[in-house]
C-alpha cells in the first residue's frame, strides 16, 4: 500500500511537469509568432519604407532603422529585402546582399506568410509581411523573426510549485501509510497481507477438516460460527449462523451450556445417541467482545478406544517391568521367583514355576516324550494368599500325561484353560488336590512352557480366581511373551549356574584340601569365592624342614577358568620351590620368573590370556627361633596381632607384582612372640566399589584388636565386619597364631671335624634320644647321623654343628660351612662307597638340604 501509493503521487508530478512543458512550448510557438509578425507589420508599414527602400543606397539607411526596431520589439532579427529577396539589413552585416532564407512567393502576392526556418541563426520562427507602395504595388518584404528558445516561459516559475507541492504530497502520504501501515502492524500482530490470507485460509480449512466442533456464541446468544463438525455434533440446520442458540431445537442442558459462557473443561454431554465431551472458554475474559468458544469432542468411540488402548499399555508396562525385575540375579531359583512376583502382582492371582532338577544343577535337561512322566521342582510360587492348596516350593511333582503342564512341556506351546472345573485333562493330576484348588475359588489357568535357546527348561502355571474372571486369548499371547523373557534369565542363570560350579571346582581342587599337620602355628583360614565368578585368590600352608612352616596367599588378576587355572599353575611352583628351602625374596624371584615365562608364551599364541599382575605374599615362620621371614609382590601387608591386643599392619618393602621383572626383591624378618597372631588376606577383603583400602584396613585393625579370640573366632569376626554386601572378587583369609618349639625339645652341640669325633656325636645323640624317651629312634637315628657327620667332616670345611629337633617327627640336622650339595647316588657292587645318602634316604622318611647364609644343613626326619 505504501508503494502503491508513493507511486501515484510520483506519476501525478509527473503528469503536471509533463502538462506544463506541453503548455510551455505551445505559449512560446505562439509569443514567438505573435511578436514576430507584430515587429514585420509595424516596419512594413512604417512612412518612408517605401523610399528608402528605392533611394541609391537603401542597406545604409534601413539597417541602422531595422536593428533599433529589432531591439525595440524584442525580437532576434529584421530583414528588408527587394522583391527578389536580396536582402537590404540582417542583424549579421555579413548576410546583407545575400538571398533571404524563406518563403516569400505568397508575400510578393501580398499574403502574410509565417513559417518555421532554419536561418543563419539557427531554428527561427519567422513571419514574411509585402511592403507596397502607394499604388499597392509589392516592391519588396519585411521578414522578422526570434527563435522559440529566447521566449521566456511561466514554466520556470511553475515548475518548483509543481516539484514542492508533490513532494509535499508524498510526504503526506509516506506519513500516512507508516500511520496506518503500523496500526495494521498492530492489529494482525506483525503479519502482511499475504500471511494474513493465508492464514486465514488455513484457519478456514483447518476449522472445517478438523474431528472437533467448533462454535462460537455471541454474547447475546447467537450462533456466530459452526464448523462442519459441530453441524454434524449437534444436528444444527444449514442457516444456523446467525440465529439465537435457544431456537435451534438443542436440549435444555446444550443450550445452557452454549450460552452460559462459564469456562467448562471436558464435560461430558449426552446429545442424542452421542456422548459429547464439551469444553467452553469465554472471549471477554483478555478484553475481547462478550461471548464464548466451544469445542465438541465424540467421545462415544474414544472410551472403547481408550479401554483397549490402556490394557495394551498395561500389557507393554506388564512386560518392561518383567524385563526389569526378572534375571537381577544369575540365581535360577531366584530368577524363578522373579517371574512368580512379577506375574501374581499385575497378570494374575497365583503364580508357580516348576523347573527340571537339571536346570537347577546348571545341566542340560533331557529330552522329554509324549506320555512320558514329567517330573519338575516347584521353584517358586506366589499369590495373594498363603493358604493355597497348589503345592507347596521345593516339592518334587510328578505330571501326569494329559495334564495341561505336562501337554506344554512337552509340545513347547501353551496351554489355556479357561474354566478349570470342565478340564478334564488337569483333573487326572490328584482328584483330592485339584477338588480343593477349585474349593478356593481358582478358576481358569495358563500353563506356559520355559524354553530359550531350544532348551525347555520347565513351565510356568499362571492362575486367575472366579472374581478376577477367566484368561482370554490375548491372555495366552501375554503369557507367552511374559515366559519367553523370563525363561532367557532362566537360562543364562543355569548356564552360568554350570559354569561357575565348574570353575569352583576346578578352583577347590586346586585348592588344599585340608590344613597339613604342624606344630609351630594354630591355623584356620576362610575362601569366598565371588559371586558372580570364580577368581585366582589362592592360600597355601607348606611344611618346611626344621619344624617351620611357609604361609603363602597370593591372587591373579582376573575371574573364571583361566584364573583358576592360572592359580593352580602358580602353587605348584611355590609347592616346588619351597621343596628347595629358599629364602622368601629368592623364591619371588623365581616365581616371577615363570610367570615371565608363561606370559612370553601365551603372548606367541594368539588370543591367549596373560596372567601379568598377579601378587603374591610368601612367609616362613620357623617356630625354634620364633622369627618369621616375609617377602611380598604386590600383595597387601599382612596384619600382627601382639599378645597385648596391639594391631600393627607389617610395614614390608612392596615389591612389583608378578611378572613385570626388574627390580629385586626383598625380605624382611620379623620376630613374633608366642601367642601372636599373624593374619594373611587378599584385597577382596578389605576393598571393594564401596570402600577404599584404607577405609578396610582400619575397620580390619578394629576387628582384630581382641587377644583373647582363637583364629576360629578371629575369622568370623573379621568375615561379619568386612564382607560386602555382594562380593565381586574372591576373599581369602589366612590367620595363624605363634607356638615355639620348648628348648627342652631342641638339643645341639659343636662337633669337632676329625673321624674321632663321629663316634662322640653317636654317643651323644642316643644319651639325648634317651633322655626323651626315644630309645626305639636310637639305632636308625645314630647310623644317619653318623653318615651325615661323616660326610661333613669329609666334604666340608670350618665348624660342624649338629641339632636334634622333637617334635611331631624327630629331625636330625648337621650344619657346616660348605656350599657344596650332596647328591644321592646309586654306588655299584665294587664301588667301596657312595651308599651313605643311599642308606640315609631308604632310613628316613624325608631328607634334604637348605642353604643359610654360612653354609648349609643336611637334615633328615623320621615319624615316630
Known amino acids: 500500500m505504501f508503494v502503491l501509493q508513493v507511486v501515484i503521487v510520483l506519476l501525478l508530478v509527473v503528469a503536471a511537469v509533463v502538462a506544463l512543458l506541453v503548455q510551455s512550448r505551445s505559449d512560446r510557438f505562439a509569443a514567438a509568432r505573435d511578436r514576430s509578425l507584430a515587429a514585420a507589420e509595424a516596419f512594413a508599414h512604417s512612412p518612408g519604407l517605401v523610399a528608402a527602400m528605392q533611394g541609391p543606397n537603401p542597406s545604409a539607411v534601413l539597417q541602422p532603422l531595422t536593428e533599433a526596431a529589432r531591439k525595440d520589439a524584442q525580437v532576434d532579427f529584421i530583414v528588408v529585402t527587394d522583391r527578389n529577396g536580396i536582402r537590404f539589413t540582417h542583424p549579421e552585416p555579413e548576410q546583407i546582399g545575400k538571398k533571404f532564407v524563406g518563403t516569400i512567393g505568397p508575400s510578393l502576392q501580398g499574403r502574410v506568410t509565417v513559417e518555421q526556418v532554419h536561418g543563419p541563426l539557427g531554428e527561427e520562427y519567422q513571419v514574411v509581411v509585402p511592403v507596397e507602395d502607394a499604388h499597392g504595388a509589392v516592391v519588396g518584404i519585411v521578414s522578422s523573426g526570434m527563435k522559440v528558445a529566447n521566449v521566456s516561459s511561466a514554466i520556470d516559475r511553475q515548475l518548483p510549485v509543481v516539484l514542492g507541492a508533490g513532494a509535499v504530497a508524498l510526504g503526506l502520504a509516506t506519513t500516512g501509510t507508516a500511520l496506518v501501515g503500523r496500526r495494521l502492524l498492530r492489529q494482525t500482530r506483525g503479519l502482511g497481507p499475504e500471511e494474513m490470507t493465508r492464514m486465514y485460509e488455513h484457519h478456514d480449512a483447518v476449522l472445517h477438516a478438523v474431528r472437533e466442533g467448533v462454535a462460537i ?145 546348571g545341566e542340560e535337561p533331557r529330552i522329554l516324550t509324549d506320555g512320558a512322566p514329567i517330573v519338575l521342582r516347584r521353584v517358586a510360587v506366589t499369590g495373594v494368599r498363603d493358604d493355597s492348596p497348589l503345592y ?22 501353551a496351554a489355556l484353560v479357561p474354566e478349570l472345573a470342565a478340564d478334564a485333562g488337569w ?89 597339613p599337620e604342624q606344630s609351630a602355628l594354630d591355623l584356620d583360614y576362610r575362601y569366598l569365592p565371588a559371586q558372580a565368578g570364580v577368581g585366582g585368590d589362592w592360600f597355601d600352608v607348606i611344611p618346611l624342614s626344621g619344624t617351620r612352616v611357609a604361609l603363602v596367599v597370593g591372587d591373579v588378576v582376573g575371574h573364571g577358568l583361566h584364573a583358576a587355572a592360572t592359580m593352580g599353575r602358580l602353587r605348584t611352583a611355590v609347592q616346588n620351590f619351597s621343596t628347595l628351602d629358599l629364602p622368601p625374596d629368592e623364591l619371588l624371584g623365581h616365581l616371577d620368573e615363570l610367570v ?125 565386619a568386612l564382607l560386602p554386601g555382594r562380593q565381586a572378587d574372591d576373599i581369602v583369609l589366612l590367620v595363624a597364631r605363634t607356638r615355639v618349639l620348648e628348648p627342652d625339645r631342641i638339643a645341639e652341640w659343636e662337633v669337632s671335624p676329625t673321624p674321632a669325633a663321629v663316634a662322640r656325636a653317636r654317643a651323644d645323640a642316643a644319651g639325648q634320644l634317651a633322655e626323651w624317651g626315644l630309645d626305639e629312634a636310637g639305632f636308625v637315628t645314630e647310623l644317619v647321623l653318623s653318615e651325615l657327620v661323616t660326610n661333613a667332616i669329609r666334604y666340608a670345611s670350618g665348624p660342624i654343628r649338629v641339632r636334634l629337633l622333637y617334635d611331631r617327627t624327630l629331625i636330625c640336622e648337621v650344619s657346616d660351612s660348605g656350599s657344596t650339595a650332596p647328591h644321592l647316588r646309586y654306588a655299584a657292587a665294587e664301588d667301596e662307597g657312595g651308599r651313605g645318602l643311599f642308606l640315609v634316604a631308604q632310613l628316613a622318611e624325608r631328607w634334604g638340604v637348605r642353604y643359610t647364609p654360612e653354609g648349609k644343613i643336611i637334615w633328615a626326619e623320621q615319624h615316630l
Not at 616362613?620 to 618369621?628: A, I, K, L, N, S
Not at 607384582?657 to 577382596?684: I, K, N, Q, W, Y
Open 217 to 361: 456464541v455471541s454474547g447475546d446468544g447467537r450462533i456466530l460460527l459452526a464448523n462442519d463438525e459441530a453441524r454434524r455434533l449437534l444436528d444444527l440446520p444449514a442457516d444456523a449462523e446467525g440465529r439465537a442458540v435457544a431456537d435451534l431445537g438443542l436440549d435444555p442442558r446444550t443450550t445452557e451450556l452454549l450460552t452460559s459462557g462459564r469456562a467448562v473443561t471436558d464435560e461430558v454431554v449426552p446429545v442424542g445417541d452421542r456422548l459429547l465431551a464439551v469444553n467452553n472458554r469465554p472471549t471477554d475474559s483478555g478484553g475481547g467482545p462478550p461471548g464464548s468458544v466451544t469445542t465438541l469432542r465424540d467421545s462415544t468411540e474414544l472410551l472403547a478406544l481408550a479401554g483397549k488402548a490402556e490394557v495394551a499399555r498395561s500389557r507393554l508396562k506388564l512386560l518392561y517391568d518383567a524385563s526389569v525385575a526378572i534375571g537381577t540375579t544369575l540365581d535360577v531359583r531366584r530368577t524363578a521367583e522373579e517371574l512368580a512376583q512379577m506375574a501374581a502382582r499385575d497378570f494374575c492371582d497365583y503364580a508357580t514355576v516348576d523347573l527340571a532338577e537339571e536346570v537347577l544343577r
Open 392 to 413: 507347596p516350593q521345593g516339592e518334587l511333582i510328578t505330571w501326569a500325561g494329559g495334564t495341561p503342564q505336562a501337554a506344554g512341556v512337552v509340545s513347547g506351546r
Open 427 to 515: 483333573r487326572r493330576q490328584d482328584a483330592e488336590r485339584t477338588q480343593a484348588v477349585l474349593e478356593f475359588g481358582l478358576a481358569s489357568m495358563i500353563a506356559v512352557p520355559l524354553t530359550a535357546r531350544g532348551v525347555l527348561m520347565g513351565v510356568a502355571c499362571f492362575w486367575r480366581s472366579r472374581d478376577r474372571g477367566p484368561f482370554e486369548e490375548e491372555d495366552e499371547s501375554l503369557a507367552e511373551e511374559l515366559a519367553a523373557r523370563a525363561a532367557v534369565s532362566v537360562d543364562n542363570a543355569r548356564r552360568f549356574t554350570r559354569e561357575h560350579a565348574m570353575a569352583v571346582t576346578l578352583q577347590h581342587s586346586l585348592l588344599p584340601r585340608a590344613l
Open 596 to 720: 615371565a615365562h608363561i606370559d612370553q608364551e601365551t603372548a606367541e599364541a594368539e588370543g591367549q590370556l596373560s596372567i601379568t599382575g598377579a601378587t603374591c605374599l610368601y612367609a616362613v615362620y620357623d617356630p625354634t627361633t620364633g622369627v618369621c621371614a616375609l617377602a611380598r609382590a604386590g600383595h597387601p601387608p599382612p596384619a600382627l596381632v601382639h599378645p597385648d591386643g596391639t594391631v600393627e599392619v607389617l610395614g614390608l618393602p612392596a615389591g612389583p607384582p608378578l611378572g613385570l621383572g626388574g627390580m629385586p626383591f626383598e625380605a624382611t624378618e620379623v620376630r613374633l612372640p608366642p601367642g601372636s597372631s599373624l593374619v594373611l588376606f587378599t584385597d577382596g577383603l578389605i576393598e571393594d566399589r564401596t570402600r577404599d583400602i584404607g577405609v578396610g584396613l582400619d575397620v580390619l585393625s578394629t576387628t582384630l584388636a581382641h587377644p583373647d579370640r582363637s583364629p576360629q573366632e578371629i575369622c568370623d569376626a573379621v568375615l561379619s
